[in-house]
């Protein structure tokens, strides 16, 4: 079996509203409710704002540290799943079924290196 993370990426700005986000939840838990009873879901999770980002770089002996985002951009990763399958076709089919659920956001499909 390989993991994969899901990247879930989002525009920057405000978030939706409440009532928008309500029935996006509710399809979100649910599908993360089909993976655990499949045996396919390891951990999910949001993240707040990419502006509550902190970055350090180590140069030599130093390490600055910056306050915000590595990048700036138009989107950043708002959230994750990872998953246990056996190979990217199963991991492309419940990422396929994510996007549906989170459209019109991007998800990025990734194995980790075992």
Sequence with gaps: MNQYLLSIYQPDGPPPSDEFLEPIMRE???LNEEMQAAGVWVFAAGL???E????LKASGDEVLITDGPFTEGKEHLGGFTVIQVDDLDAALE???RLARVLEPLSIEVRPFVS
Excluded: D, Y
Excluded at 52 to 55: F, I, M, S
């Design 28 to 30: 979100l838990n649910a």
């Design 48 to 50: 707040h704002p990419a």
């Design 52 to 55: 509550t980002a902190t970055v």
């Design 94 to 96: 419940w990422s396929r």
